[in-house]
C-alpha cells in the first residue's frame, strides 16, 4: 500500500555487504511507512549511497523511521532527508514554451514580424483562420477564485496555484491541451464572469476548478449561456461523470440495479449536488442527501433527491454512499453496513478510509484519489475541442461515463488513470456524440 501523505526522500549510505540495505528496509517497515522508489546513486567498494523514497502516514512516523534509521549500526548512515514534492514544485510544474526554433534572422522573420503581419490579417479577414494558425484552439483555461481548494477550503488563489498547475500537467500528459492558469482576485459572481468572458477569446474552453458553492452555479451556468466557447465546472461535472462510471461498475460486479438502488449523498457543495442529479438523471430513483446546510438539502429537493437529517441515517439507508465534504474522518465505521458501496472523495483525506470501510463489511470502498476527475475532464475537453462545438451536453458526460465504465477492468472500480487508452476513449466518445449533435 503506497499513496501516505508525507512523502520524503532519504539519502542513505550503507556498507556494500548484501543484507544492508534489507536492514534499512526493515527499519522503515517496522515504523510502519511504505517504501516507494530506491535509486543507487553510487556504488563504491566499500559502500553504496541510495536515495530511499519513503511515504508516511504522519510527521510523527517520519520521525520514527529516522530515528530508526539512524539507530542501525555497522557503518549505516542517513545523510538527508528531503521532501520530494516540495522538490518537485521548485520553479512551478508548468512553463510556456515555444513550438519553433529560432536560429536564424530568416526564422526571426517567419515567426514574428514582419511575416506574422500576414497571418494577423488572415484572421482578420476570417476569424475561423485563428483556430488554424494560433493555438487558441487546442488552449483551455484554468479558473479558480480559489474558494474551495480541494478539501482545503478558501485558502485564496495563489495557495491553490499548484493545484491549477497539476490540472495543466493533466491536460497535457493525457490529452495534449495547453491548459492555462487563470487566477481570480475576485469572488463575485458578477466580477468572475465579466472578467472570464472578457479573456475568453483567447482560449478554445474554460474549465472552472475548485470555486466554491454556491456561487460557482450562477458562475457556471452564466458562463456557459454567455460565451460559446465550452465551459465545464470540473469539481461538478468531472466528478459526476466518474463517480457514475465507478458506481456503474460496481452494480455490474456485484450485479445490482442501479436504478432500483438507493444512492446517499453527503455534502451537497459544488460536486455533491452534480453527483445527485447526475445520478437522477441517469434513471436512479432514490437519491437521498445530506448536507450541514439547509439550503443546499432545500436545493436537492428542488432538483427531486431526499434531504436527510442526520449522517448516520443517510449512511444507514444507503446502498451507495459517496461523501465530499472535506472533511476527514466524518464516516464512522459502525455506521457502516454489510454490501455497501462507500465512495468518500475528499481531497486531499476521505471521510472514512477505504481499508476502515471494507473492515466494516462495503463490498466496494475507494477515496478521492482513486475515483478522481482525472478520469474524465482531460478525455472530454479532448473531445469538444476535436470537435469544435461551442458546448458539453448532458449526453457527452454520460457518453463519457459509460466509457470509463467500459474501460474499468472486471472488479475494479475504475480504470489507472495511466492508461492513456481511457482518455482517448473518452474523448472518442465525446466526439462521436458532439459530431452527432453538429451534423
Ligand atoms: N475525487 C474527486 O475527483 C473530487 C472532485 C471534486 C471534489 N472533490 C472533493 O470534494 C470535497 C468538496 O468539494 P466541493 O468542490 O464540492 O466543495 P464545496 O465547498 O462546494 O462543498 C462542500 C459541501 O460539504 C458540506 N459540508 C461540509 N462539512 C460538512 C459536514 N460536516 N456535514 C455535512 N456536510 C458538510 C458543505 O456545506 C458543502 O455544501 C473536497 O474535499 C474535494 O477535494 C473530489
Ligand atoms: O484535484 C483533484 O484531485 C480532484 C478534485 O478536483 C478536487 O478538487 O479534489
Ligand atoms: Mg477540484
Keep these: 500500500m ?51 523514497t519513503v511515504h508516511c502516514e504522519n510527521e510523527e512516523q517520519l520521525k520514527e523511521v529516522l530515528k530508526a534509521i539512524r539507530g542501525l549500526k555497522g557503518g549505516i548512515r542517513l545523510h538527508a532527508v528531503s521532501d520530494d514534492v516540495l522538490r518537485a514544485h521548485e520553479g512551478g510544474k508548468i512553463q510556456m514554451k515555444s513550438r519553433l526554433d529560432v536560429r536564424s534572422l530568416a526564422d526571426l522573420r517567419r515567426v514574428y514580424t514582419p511575416g506574422v503581419a500576414d497571418v494577423c490579417r488572415v484572421i482578420q479577414k476570417d476569424p475561423e483562420k485563428a483556430r488554424l494558425y ?3 484552439g487546442n488552449s483551455v483555461a484554468i479558473v479558480t477564485d480559489g474558494t474551495a481548494i480541494l478539501g482545503l477550503g478558501d485558502i485564496g488563489p495563489v495557495a491553490g496555484m499548484p493545484v491549477m498547475e497539476g490540472k495543466a500537467v493533466l491536460f497535457d500528459r493525457f490529452a495534449g491541451i495547453s491548459g492555462i492558469p487563470i487566477l481570480l482576485s475576485t469572488r463575485d459572481p458578477d466580477e468572475m464572469v465579466r472578467t472570464v468572458k472578457n479573456i475568453a477569446s483567447g482560449f478554445g474552453g474554460i474549465l472552472l476548478e475548485d470555486i466554491g458553492s454556491p456561487h460557482c452555479f450562477e458562475v457556471e451556468e452564466r458562463l456557459k449561456r454567455e460565451l460559446d466557447i465550452p465551459v465545464m465546472h470540473d469539481d461538478q461535472h468531472g466528478t ?38 447526475m445520478f437522477m438523471a441517469y434513471g436512479v430513483r432514490q437519491v437521498l442527501g445530506a448536507d450541514k446546510s439547509d439550503v443546499a438539502k432545500e436545493r436537492l429537493a428542488e432538483y427531486g433527491g431526499e434531504p436527510v437529517g442526520t449522517l448516520q441515517e443517510i449512511t444507514e439507508r444507503s446502498d451507495i454512499l459517496i461523501a465530499t465534504t472535506g472533511v476527514p474522518g466524518l464516516i464512522k465505521e459502525e455506521w457502516i453496513r454489510k454490501g455497501q458501496v462507500i465512495l468518500a472523495l475528499s481531497n486531499p483525506k476521505p471521510e472514512i478510509e477505504p481499508e476502515t470501510a471494507l473492515r466494516a463489511g462495503a463490498a466496494y470502498a475507494a477515496d478521492g484519489r482513486a475515483v478522481n476527475n482525472v478520469l474524465g475532464f482531460p478525455g472530454i475537453f479532448r473531445g469538444v475541442l476535436n470537435a469544435r462545438v461551442p458546448k458539453i451536453t448532458h449526453e457527452m458526460l454520460m457518453a463519457a461515463a459509460e466509457a470509463i465504465a467500459e474501460s474499468t477492468k472486471e472488479g475494479e472500480l475504475v480504470p489507472h488513470p495511466l492508461n492513456p487508452r481511457v482518455h482517448e476513449l473518452v474523448a472518442q466518445a465525446v466526439e462521436t456524440v458532439a459530431q452527432k449533435k453538429k451534423s
Aim: hydrophobic residues 50%.
Design 134 to 136: 494560433t493555438g487558441i
Design 2 to 52: 503506497i499513496d501516505r501523505n508525507i512523502i520524503r526522500a532519504l539519502v542513505v549510505e550503507t556498507p556494500s555487504v548484501p543484507g544492508n540495505l534489507g536492514k534499512v528496509a526493515t527499519a522503515i517497515g517496522m515504523a510502519g511507512a511504505d517504501i516507494g522508489e530506491i535509486e543507487t546513486v553510487q556504488v563504491g567498494t566499500t559502500s553504496t549511497l541510495r536515495n530511499i
Design 240 to 277: 459526476a461523470v466518474v463517480t457514475l462510471a465507478a458506481v456503474i461498475s460496481a452494480c455490474k460486479s456485484a450485479g445490482v440495479n442501479l436504478k432500483e438502488a438507493v444512492v446517499g449523498q453527503i455534502g451537497l457543495g459544488a460536486a455533491g449536488m452534480a453527483i445527485c442529479r
